[in-house]
């Protein structure tokens, strides 16, 4: 599966974005779905999950209650609303995808086998 993500840009503290991560090649809805970021000098952590049928989610405590991950299939299209957003938030946004495994949650990075190419975020303080 390709995935294309977009939506990234420069807000100012507090304020919101929704990122999008189009998918293509291959059926979407038997793929669970995650975002991570890297920030600069950083390594690359996990954000959010989704199962493939949007029935289970998963967030990172650092995110939790501010962000939500949400998916259409029949858009075939992940979603990351970003709200309240703080400076710590910048980085590089990526989305990924795996062969669903029903409703088990990860964190993993290793457990994707599917990666977009990054959308940068930038909060100003």
């Known amino acids: 599966v390709q995935l294309q993500a977009s939506g990234g840009g420069l807000v100012q503290a507090g304020g919101s974005l929704r990122l999008s991560c189009a998918a293509s090649?291959?059926?979407?809805?038997?793929?669970?779905m995650a975002w991570f970021r890297q920030a600069p000098g950083k390594e690359r952590e996990f954000v959010a999950y989704?199962?493939?049928?949007?029935?289970?989610?998963h967030y990172a405590d650092s995110v939790k209650d501010r962000f939500r991950i949400s998916r259409d299939n029949a858009k075939n299209t992940v979603y990351l609303q970003m709200n309240s957003l703080k400076p710590e938030d910048t980085a590089v946004y990526y989305c990924?995808?795996?062969?669903?495994?029903?409703?088990?949650?990860?964190?993993?990075?290793?457990?994707?086998?599917?990666w977009g190419q990054g959308t940068l975020v930038t909060v100003s303080s």
């Open positions: 990924a995808a795996r062969p669903s495994w029903g409703e088990r949650t990860t964190d993993k990075m290793g457990d994707f086998g599917f």
């Open positions: 090649g291959r059926p979407f809805s038997r793929f669970d």
């Open positions: 989704i199962s493939q049928s949007g029935g289970t989610t």
